[in-house]
C-alpha cells in the first residue's frame, strides 16, 4: 500500500521535481478531480480510467439490531472505472 507522502515520493523522482512541487502537483490532481465531481462531471484519463458520480436511489433498509425500517436517502457515491491499459498492467 502507498500512502500520499510516498506518491509524493514517487512523483517527485519519476518528474524529476522537488518534493515540495510534487506535493503540490498531487494536491491539484485531487483537487481538480474533487471539484469536477461535486459538479456531478467525469474526469476520464484514457488508459488509466474514468472518475465518475453514481446516483443511487432512495431506498428502505432494516436496523439489524431492532429489525426497524429506515428509510437510506438517495445519494452520489463517486466510482471509478479502470481502463484497458490499467486493467491489463494489474492482470499482467
Known sequence: ??????????????????????????????????????KSGEVRLVGFGTFAVAKRKATEGRNPRTGAVIKIPASKQPKFKPGKALKDAVNK
Do not use: H, Q, R
Open 1 to 38: 500500500m502507498t500512502n500520499k507522502n510516498e506518491l509524493v515520493a514517487k512523483v517527485a523522482t519519476k518528474a524529476g521535481l522537488t518534493k515540495v512541487d510534487a506535493a503540490k502537483a498531487v494536491d491539484a490532481f485531487i483537487e481538480t478531480v474533487t471539484k469536477e465531481l461535486s
